[in-house]
């Protein structure tokens, strides 16, 4: 067992666990980066409830969420991790997996902060796990894209910039219906989503299964949602920038993925005043 608090212990134990030549493309990373995100995205600004704080991923009905088909084998590959580093709250364990895939397969730098705690099962209440619903559909366009990111408090850049994270991985036809890789590079982080959303032709792809779309070869794949990238005027706009400037979509990549990650976690104020907790009520705060 580590010392408690020794966190790059515990980042260079996912790190030598990320290569898995059977699994995949080879690699872990993609699905810790989506575990990290789906465990972070229900998070509702407006009602403080949700987000990462507490990893209520392992409850109902959070944890049988359409969403989050899938997940259960990154929850599964990280639990010899937290066997050895028991001290370490799921919640941060789930989160930091994700920070260190993003730059173990040659990301930016992400500063990952500690400081998220697990709920307790036996003190559980009906208000303590997000209901389903909360994280997008892709089937869907703009406007429920803008939605659900929005209630979250991300804008229209941090939207584009996330969801350059398709860089990475791949859809399985028995988790989410969609079937193959966004990239040739699926586990390499980089400005390829951009780059090949804005410049390849897409239609859409004839098989058996729900709308995902093709380029000219069928050997990738975009769905509704991503479609949205191009599709919107103002999200479009800002993927020809990625697409031509990896610099500066790691920047905001990074940004984005730090304050995505960071959602309902009680940090307290810079003024030194003690931790609200996400679904307490701020003293004198109007929801
Ligand atoms: C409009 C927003 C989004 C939609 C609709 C969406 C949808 C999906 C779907 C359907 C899959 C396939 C799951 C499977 O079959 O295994 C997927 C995979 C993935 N998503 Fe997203 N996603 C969105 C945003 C994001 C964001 C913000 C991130 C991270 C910052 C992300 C990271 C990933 C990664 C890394 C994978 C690959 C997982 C793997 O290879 O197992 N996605 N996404």
Redesign the pocket.
Known sequence: MSPKGDYAAVKKDIASILDKPDY??GSLG??F??L??HAS?TYDKKTRTGGSNGATMRFDPEVADGAN??LEH?RAFLEPIKQKHPWISYADLWTLAGATAIEEMGGPTINWKPGRSDKDPKKLTAHDVPPNGR????A?GQDH?RQ??YRMGFDDRE?VA?????A??????D????EGPWTHT?TRFSNQYFKLLTGLTWRKKEWDGPVQYTDEDDELMM?P??M?VIRDPEFAKIAKEYAQDKDVFFKD?AA??EK?IDLGVPRGDDKGNAPVAPNQKKAGAKL
């Open positions: 995949d493309d993609p699905i980066v989506r990290a995100w995205g088909a899938g990154a994280l997008p559909d892709a869907l894209v659900i990111f939207i996330l969801v350059g994270a398709h990475l991985g791949r859809c399985h036809a988790r989410s219906g969609y699926p769905l949602a991503d949205a990549f984005a993925f995505l």
